[in-house]
């Protein structure tokens, strides 16, 4: 069975680029707002990039950012150095599952945005990254998650376009994908295929992800289970509530 780290390292040249054209920045006013309101540093689970992290850097937030990609943290690093933020941007390689931190004082706001507990594709794995945050989050602190839902016709991506374009004055690219379903055990596969062509020269890029799915009362046991208290369920980055089509689905506890 595939892992959920696999094909990330391969992703890191691509991922700015997609994700501009797909989630963008609309989920980051949400978390900077909840963010405010707590006290304590901040730890994000797979930063990835920095998409998230930097913006609320920006914003004053006193910020971690644990990635199992290297190519993903040097990324995330360069655009910290551009931004003027390296002496405060502290990014972490390690393992999700083995938080390398310590108890005390612990976070007081962790968050696993945008799918991200999705790769972990074994059962075991999730419980132990839920209790590893558990032991580094505060008595009384927030734990943030953002889930994709499932889309029901994932058949018909099968070697489709996604997305084509520019992504500097000398490159475009082109996304094309297809989806597998292992519906057992709850994986959805993504083969990528980037084409990227550079004056006359064309090269393709193929790599796969996997993502588990989740429902919002899976998860909810899951958390309960690690000793977290659920305080909200929403269904978008309004605050509105969560039903079972919402665009996303996004899980509020904390540390009982």
Same mark, same amino acid.
């Given at each position: ?6 094909? /990330?390292?391969?992703?890191?040249? %691509?991922?700015? /680029? ?9 989920? $980051?006013?949400? /978390?900077?707002?909840?963010?405010? +309101?707590?006290?304590? &540093?901040?730890? #994000? ?7 998230? &992290? ?28 551009? &931004?003027?933020?390296?002496? +405060?941007?502290?990014?972490? =390689?390690?393992?999700? =599952?083995? @938080? ?28 132990? *990254? @839920? ?5 580094? @989050?505060? +008595? ?13 016709? /994932? ?32 994986? *959805? ?6 084409? #990227?062509?550079?004056?006359? &020269?064309?090269? $393709?890029?193929? %790599? ?15 958390? !309960? ?19 079972? !089509? ?5 899980? @509020?506890?904390?540390?009982?």
């Amino acid at each position: 069975m595939s892992e959920g780290w696999q094909g /990330w390292d391969h992703y890191a040249p %691509f991922y700015d /680029w997609e994700n501009a054209r797909t989630v963008a920045r609309r989920d $980051v006013a949400f /978390w900077r707002d909840l963010i405010r +309101r707590q006290t304590g &540093a901040v730890l #994000e689970l797979g930063c990835g990039t920095g998409r998230l &992290a930097l913006p609320l850097l920006k914003a004053g937030a006193d910020l971690v950012g644990i990635d199992r990609s290297d190519a993903m943290l040097g990324r995330a690093r360069v655009k910290a150095r551009r &931004a003027g933020l390296a002496d +405060r941007a502290r990014f972490v =390689r390690g393992d999700i =599952r083995h @938080l390398p931190f310590r108890t005390r004082p612990g976070f007081g706001f962790v968050l696993a945005p945008y799918g991200m507990l999705q790769s972990l594709t074994r059962e075991r794995d999730l419980a132990a *990254t @839920l209790a590893s945050v558990a032991r580094v @989050l505060k +008595r009384g602190g927030m734990f943030g998650i953002d889930l994709v839902p499932d889309l029901p016709r /994932w058949s018909e991506y099968k070697g489709r376009v996604t997305l084509s374009g520019s992504r500097d004055s000398r490159t475009h690219l082109t996304l094309r994908e297809t989806v597998r379903q292992d519906t057992r055990r709850g994986l *959805t596969m993504f083969d990528q295929e980037y084409v #990227e062509r550079r004056g006359g &020269a064309r090269r $393709v890029h193929r %790599f796969a992800l996997t993502f588990r799915t989740l429902s919002v009362p899976q998860m909810r046991r899951r958390l !309960e289970k690690a000793g977290f208290r659920i305080d909200a369920v929403l269904g978008d980055y309004q605050g509105g509530p969560w039903h079972p !089509e919402a665009d996303v689905w996004i899980i @509020l506890a904390s540390r009982a």
